[in-house]
């Protein structure tokens, strides 16, 4: 309604200001042009010649300069205009320091200033380390700290120092997860919880972080010596902004001041919540502890570990209990010590919480700094602007992470990969296979254990189901569930929005959630190829037990295999075998799936489902013997044939698959070829089968029918693979180069 009533006032004036001028100029350059040349009308005016001009010209003039003058006024309005649509008329009438209520002195301050700005804080040097400390203990936290450093990447423009106080399980998935993602310009250091859990597990507190909630309090002791300033987040905050900003209020630390802290934005410390509400003693509405400067050098000196122990020993006296973990010891301390704190603008944490008052402490979305999702609602929490907040918060969860990797140029010691670089620049651009080799040297950014994991080993005997998958076969994770007891351990090849569909999925599968032996871990898309290989290496490499299972995504499991495996490993030496499950196929997207080996057999018979792949890659799977299977009782032993590729049990040490093996042909068959070079005994189970269910083909196997020149580069890739097999295995690969000259 404002910009309505505004426009007819506006509208008018408008218009004289920009048609009138125009025609006095043109009428003016025709009749003196050669006296005017280019001068304004403001040295026009006050020219000496000016009584040269006859007095219809002279009004012209004159009503010139006046009409430019009420331009100038007009912009002003305008800009005054605009920038008091983002505030009510009663802010505008009570408050004089808000933009759009300029005084007389304010605006003769502006106009001497001109473009120069006074006063202005010193930025943070190109190169200098923000060092940033968050404690992260579990998987969830985890996996919801990534959120929260995509948005500091997004923004950042220096380089980082990540200091994180984990668990053994945080320190496993952000170790490798940083290692895998290469960001250029990122440290990372981890300090164990366990070292420092004895200085605060005597604290009752009744907060759903445990013990690792009162964490924040041991920095002083936990950090490095060397490390004097630090930003400490919680891990359910999101930027908007550069962090260098935040770091620059470390200059607002003077004196005895330690700690830059928001105000708390609810009634908690006010004692409002609910009927009988005590909380811990705090200075007015107390401060939030979600993000944090802190000063370590001061609080060393000040013996931080000695003062907030004494007073946290103190109000546990009366309170018995926190509640909210850390934030009601630091704000106990500050009641008692207001000088230690610096309080920071209210956009550097705006609450999100349940009973928050956040939308009073900022006129402006645009003007937040930082999101603090401190509600167990989390994004479900109930706020005006909750649709811009949730949009920002999904963006940097669905944000591709390889995108960070930028490179911070004009910091010499923050370059990329050097190595990485160097094998890049070493292959040959000519080279029709390129892509290929270039693909191969990819490190792909892996988060492991996306959910949830609590492994107990059942025996000596104990065998984990290990597969790779991508998004189009998601659906066959909860069928593998279905049909195996054991654990599991997946690779999945995903992008980070699709990663967050799957998470929706497996958490809304009452199949799923019941499993907590699953190991679900997420390989990033980055390539045009799949990376089979590496997908399988990375699923092997986090088995617990002393066995593995080798299968892939497509196959289901006979009901009971699981147990039967044990049985039968419990009777073998597995020192070098490689026990081989018979594998079957069938066309059928529904599938009466048989019971027992006398249900396939009568399947077979009738046509239902075949030995996989007969029609189309019989050598893949025809030394298995299957005619010798059908009749067996007993495990039989069967010798390597040329592209065979069973799936087998083997010791959870087998070698790695070969990653030079991209998207699709002899994945499978290199592996199997270096388990016979090793000298590996092949050994048919009698009464073990999967069965591959139908799909439509993947996109790689397409290119690879499609193309010669792909077919060329895996033929290329495998002469490179017995050449180095030869190197490690010696004179005994010679029959491998013979029987591929032969097929």
Known sequence: MMVRRLRPRILLPLLSVVILPTLIMLYLNTEKTRTLGVQSTRELSNHAELNEFTDRERRLIEQVKHMEEQNIKLQRQLTISQMSFSYSPQDLANDSSLPGSFDHHQSQEMNDRGTNCVNVEPGVPKCETIHVAVVCAGYNASREVVTVIKSILFFRRNPLHFHFIADTVSKLILQNLFNTWKVSGVTVSFYLVEEFKDDVSWIPNKHYSGVYGL??????????????KVIVLDTDVIFATDIAELWKRFNKLTGRKVFGLVENQSDWYLGKIWKNHKPWPALGRGFNTGVILMDLRKLRELQWMQVWRLIAERELMGMFSTALADQDIINAVIKQHPYLVDTLPCEWNVQLSDNTKSEL????????????????????????????????????????????????????????????????????????????????????????????????????????????????????????????????????????AEAQQFLSYALSSDTLKSRRNVGYHVVYKEGQFYPVNFLRNVALRQVNTPYVFLMDIDFLPMYGLYEYMKRIISNTDMTSAALIVPAFETLRYRLNFPRSKADLLQMLDMGTVYTFRYHVWTKGHSPTNYPRWRTATVPYRVEWEADFEPYVVVRRDVVEYDTRFIGFGWNKVSHIMELDAQGYEFIVLPNAFIIHMPHAPSFDIAKYRSSNQYRQCLKELKQDFMKDLSRKYGISVLKYVAADDDT
């Open 215 to 228: 964490m924040k309090l041991v920095l002083t002791r936990a950090l490095p010596l060397s490390l004097e």
């Open 361 to 496: 402490c900022y006129y402006d979305v645009n003007d937040i700094k930082v999101i603090h999702w401190n509600s167990p609602k989390k994004t479900r929490v109930k706020n005006k602007h909750i649709e811009y907040f949730r949009n920002l918060y999904l963006t940097f969860l669905e944000y591709d992470g390889n995108l960070l990797r930028r490179e911070l140029f004009g910091c010499a010691n923050f370059s990329r990969d050097d190595d990485l670089l160097q094998q890049m620049n070493n292959l040959d651009e000519e080279n029709p296979c390129l892509d290929f080799h270039r693909e191969h040297l990819l490190l792909h950014r892996t988060h492991l254990y996306y959910i949830d994991y609590e492994f107990r080993l059942s025996d000596d005997n104990d065998v984990t189901l290990v597969a790779q998958l991508s998004m189009d076969r998601l659906q066959m994770v909860e069928a593998i569930c279905k049909h195996w007891d054991g654990p599991i351990s997946f690779a999945l090849y995903m992008s980070d």
